[in-house]
């Protein structure tokens, strides 16, 4: 079952776009890049999930191309039991080598389940592959800087320290956020120097870029370059 979903993810393939895709993540070997264009993929997903070929995903690990690797993501998103999900989460987090993939995780079971999921974000945050800790990193920005907000989760990624870009680019994304929806409690951060000298640089670039910070916090900002 598995070559055949090879197979017609070929059938699928855009040349142009696979180009594309490679120059976006030039972290992984072209090759395993086939080209297949998101809205593409994700009809072929839900073709899949009617079938043997969501198991056949699911238990293939570590998969050859990226599409694959999207496709597992497609079916770990779909999962609605918490449990399950994380448990098909953590198979699958240390096969994870790429942003996209990493970026592409938003299980619709986290919502309503923030609470069970921040001792897993914790243990995320002390793994030593790059890829889970971003991970860790993105679902707090995406869950935790509205209701479920404390201040306590800006220390735990304020005090990761990473020589990885993907992780700080994470980091500097973050704050960039957080500096959006809790200006307060974020400002302390930057002030105070809490973060690495590039991903202090990164964040307050970021936050300039950003149509959420207002031109007086902009202005501030600035002058807390370093």
């Known amino acids: 079952m598995q070559e055949k979903i090879i197979e017609r993810l070929f059938e699928l393939q855009d040349g142009k776009y696979r180009d594309f895709t490679a120059s976006l993540i030039p972290n992984i070997d072209k090759e395993r890049i086939i080209g297949v264009r998101a809205p593409v993929l994700r009809k072929y997903a839900k073709e899949l999930s009617k079938g043997e070929g969501r198991e056949a995903i699911m ?3 570590p998969h050859r191309y990226l599409e694959e690797d999207s496709l597992h993501v497609f079916f770990i998103n779909e999962i609605k039991d918490f449990d399950t999900c994380l448990g098909e989460l953590e198979r699958f987090l240390p096969y994870v080598d790429n942003w996209a993939t990493c970026d592409g995780l938003r299980p619709r079971s986290f919502p309503k389940n923030t609470e069970r999921l921040i001792p897993h974000i914790e243990g995320w945050l002390k793994s030593e592959r790059t890829y889970t800790v971003r991970f860790a990193i993105e679902m707090l920005m995406v869950y935790y800087l509205g209701e479920n907000f404390e201040p306590r989760l800006l220390d735990m990624v304020a005090g990761v320290e990473s020589d990885e870009y993907y992780v700080n680019m994470m980091i500097a994304w ?17 002030d105070n120097s809490r973060l690495a000298p590039w991903v202090h640089n990164k964040t307050i670039q970021k936050a300039c870029e950003s149509y959420r910070i207002t031109d007086e916090q902009k202005q501030y900002l600035r002058t807390k370059r370093r």
């Open 59 to 61: 238990s293939s690990l």
């Open 174 to 190: 973050y704050f960039a956020t957080a500096l959006a929806k809790r200006w307060d409690d974020t400002a302390l951060i930057i």
